[in-house]
């Protein structure tokens, strides 16, 4: 399967822990973006990497919120001393510079923080 | 910063008959309008996308109609079938060097065989 993929799918902790979500996007896509998705609504940006340069990040992402992509592959989002507010679907999509703009969105993981 | 709203939320039809889904956009720099298929537990699917230079564009039984002028764009899916029943999201973007895609809240799509 050469989509995007994310790991875990789903993700239950308590309220003040860290978690870590990873995304592996389509192996030739340069850009990678973050999403955040919850229930009735459409997924709403986080943030994006071109190679492995964050580019640009929303009002969204707050200081408890970091993404990497060292080396310009995966990515990681990790959500420090995580609230009840945090609980979404975080998606993860890739596309290719020069190509289409066409963003493939991977299977997304689910945070429920209690 | 773009605003992408989406028209209705929920939409029933009945097997065979036409939907239509509408969505305005507020920044009139954007210039791609993807539309995506989610259905329950997975990532939005790209169904079709168009472009500001174009005005509709068609693929088997979906197709895209884009106003500039009027800022808004629709999805059209004829015949439907029930495999067609998901929520489908309208997103507005600038061009490539901006990246990122604003997304209207979703229309809940439910057809009765």
């Not at chain 1, 009002?59 to 992509?69: Q, V, W, Y």
């Not at chain 2, 895609?101 to 009765?112: I, N």
């Amino acid at each position: 399967d050469t989509g995007v993929s994310q790991n875990p799918r789903h993700k239950i902790t308590k309220r003040g822990q860290n978690v870590t979500f990873r995304c592996d996007p389509i192996s030739e896509h340069n850009r990678l973006y973050w999403y955040r998705q919850t229930l009735g609504q459409g997924p709403e940006f986080l943030t994006y990497f071109q190679n492995e340069a964050q580019l640009e990040k929303s009002r969204l992402l707050s200081d408890r919120f970091s993404a990497e992509r060292p080396k310009g592959s995966f990515s990681t989002l990790e959500i420090q001393r995580t609230e009840q507010g945090d609980s979404a679907m975080y998606l993860c999509a890739s596309s290719l510079v020069g190509g289409p703009e066409t963003q493939y969105f991977g299977p997304g993981t689910r945070l429920l923080v209690l | 910063g773009e605003n992408v709203e989406q028209h209705p939320s929920t939409l029933s039809v009945q097997e065979g008959d036409s939907a239509v889904i509408k969505c305005t956009y507020s920044d009139s720099a954007s210039n791609y309008f993807p539309w995506y298929k989610q259905e329950l537990g997975k990532g939005p699917q790209l169904i079709i996308d168009i472009r500001s230079n174009v005005g509709e564009k068609k693929d088997q039984r979906i197709a895209v109609t884009l106003n500039k002028t009027a800022k808004h764009f629709s999805l059209h899916i004829t015949e439907t079938q029930p495999e067609d029943s998901a929520v489908y999201f309208c997103a507005a973007c600038l061009n490539t060097n901006a990246g990122k895609s604003t997304f209207g809240d979703g229309t809940t799509l439910t057809v009765k065989p």
